[in-house]
């Protein structure tokens, strides 16, 4: 694990918890670049507006809607501009995990997100 790709993991996954607008649009701005593209499933969004209508969805059916929360393992790896980490979807009370999913990651020369790839393992 290094250090500043457990970093990205965690600011990651704290912006799909994030119930302040304001601050998610923020966050997502500073983690993805003004193109930045995120893929899952048969889903593909790019660019800013189309992030903060993804993130805000899932922040609204998952965390405002039914109580979970997001985390990144502390499993993520970087390799030259690539970036990869699982994350837990969790039952903050009992700590049971509901979901599983692994993040691929190309970065910018900055660091910042260029593609996403989300796979939803269970």
């Known amino acids: 694990m290094t250090?500043?790709?457990q970093e990205l993991a965690d600011r990651y996954a704290a912006a799909w918890n994030q119930p302040d607008a304001t601050?998610?649009?923020?966050?997502?701005r500073a983690l993805w670049t003004e193109n930045?593209?995120?893929y899952v499933k048969e889903r593909e969004v790019r660019g800013y507006e189309q992030l903060y209508v993804r993130v805000a969805g899932s922040y609204e059916k998952n965390?405002?809607?039914?109580?979970?929360?997001?985390?990144a393992a502390r499993d993520a790896r970087k390799l030259?501009?690539?970036?990869?980490?699982?994350?837990?979807?969790i039952r903050p009370q009992t700590g049971e995990v509901l979901a599983t999913g692994l993040e691929v990651l190309r970065l910018d020369a900055d660091g910042?997100?260029?593609?996403?790839?989300?796979f939803i393992v269970g």
């Open 3 to 5: 250090l500043q790709a």
């Open 80 to 89: 030259r501009d690539v970036v990869t980490f699982h994350w837990e979807m």
């Open 23 to 28: 601050i998610r649009a923020a966050e997502i």
């Open 112 to 118: 910042k997100i260029l593609v996403d790839y989300q």
């Open 36 to 38: 930045g593209e995120h």
């Open 63 to 71: 965390v405002l809607g039914n109580g979970f929360r997001f985390r």
